[in-house]
């Protein structure tokens, strides 16, 4: 009720409003999703069926708000970059990140059975979300080629748990060393230990060398899901270039300039609108640590 003698407690409650001209990137990562993918039993080193599901969150959530204008997904983690002059409720970040939290899991529970028919989900699955304020275009950049890079690091969800991994790493560490690691473990009947002994110390081309030799497997060849994660991103579409001048009339005279028998065009016809452009949410399996990603999408960074 509003005036009533308790609305005082209102007063209690913090503002926090995000920086205005700064660049938004939103993570959501799985909350004990080594159990989670244990209990479900995720095809290891990669379940494709559970990373489709995550993409179909993730897009669910970029058709929700327009202002998120790129996803980057592995493992059990999406970052939502959101346009530099997002308003979106008013960048309070208590209510951007609970209502696309809360989105994508229920998007995530909701679409379970289409993706995952033959596993019932035992219990309810969780995601957290933080917000992370950039100023510029090159911390844009850097935070995805981080995440990207970081795709190659042991994680949780394809239950590798990391061991003697570093930043002074070469780039594809992680989904290598998953692939490397479970492929000891169900090929080479080394225990989880024995396969972390193994390839502690190891740099790519070793791991490399391992797959080929022992197993037969050209990790190059592996699908760029794999290697690359899902890059979900709002293309620019524009139309088809609108007709300048409508047909003549049935019976009408086709004389250039003359509208009907004899009645000279008028001269102020307004010229055609520009088109708008449109767009849409694609997704790629891609790099977008090197120029060509971004070069091919200068409006992801616009101001």
């Not at 809360?102 to 033959?118: A, E, G, I, Q, R």
């Not at 002074?168 to 690691?181: K, R, S």
Request: hydrophobic share 35%.
């Amino acid at each position: 009720m509003a005036g009533s003698r308790y609305e005082y407690v209102k007063k209690f409650e913090l503002p926090d409003p995000l920086l205005l001209g700064t660049f938004l990137v939103l993570r959501i990562d799985g909350h004990a999703f080594h159990k989670l993918s244990e209990a479900h039993d995720f095809t290891k080193p990669n379940d494709e069926r559970a990373l489709q599901l995550m993409d179909h969150a993730a897009r669910d959530v970029m058709n929700e708000f327009n202002d998120i204008c790129l996803a980057f997904g592995e493992s059990d983690e999406y970052s939502f970059l959101f346009r530099k002059s997002t308003t979106l409720y008013n960048r309070r970040q208590s209510k951007i990140i609970t209502t696309v939290t809360s989105l994508f899991t229920s998007s995530y529970v909701y679409n379970w059975s289409k993706y995952l028919p033959d596993k019932e989900l035992m219990y309810p699955p969780s995601f957290d979300g933080r917000i992370v304020m950039y100023p510029s275009p090159k911390e844009i950049r850097d935070y995805f080629a981080w995440r990207q890079a970081d795709s190659e690091r042991p994680d949780d969800f394809m239950n590798a748990p990391a061991e003697g991994t570093n930043n002074q790493l070469e780039a594809h560490i992680n989904n290598l060393y998953n692939t490397v690691f479970w492929a000891l473990v169900l090929q080479g009947d080394e225990s989880t230990t024995q396969a972390h002994a193994t390839l502690r110390g190891t740099v790519s081309s070793t791991k490399h060398e391992m797959l080929h030799s022992r197993f037969s497997i050209n990790y190059n060849s592996l699908p760029a899901r794999f290697r690359k994660g899902s890059v979900l991103v709002r293309e620019q579409v524009m139309p088809e270039k609108a007709v300048l001048l409508a047909p003549a009339a049935e019976g009408a005279a086709s004389t250039p300039g003359v509208e009907g028998p004899g009645i000279p065009q008028s001269s102020t016809r307004k010229p055609p609108k520009k088109p708008k452009a449109q767009y849409t949410v694609e997704l790629l399996h891609c790099d977008i640590i090197g120029d060509e990603f971004w070069d091919q999408r200068p409006y992801l960074l616009a101001e």
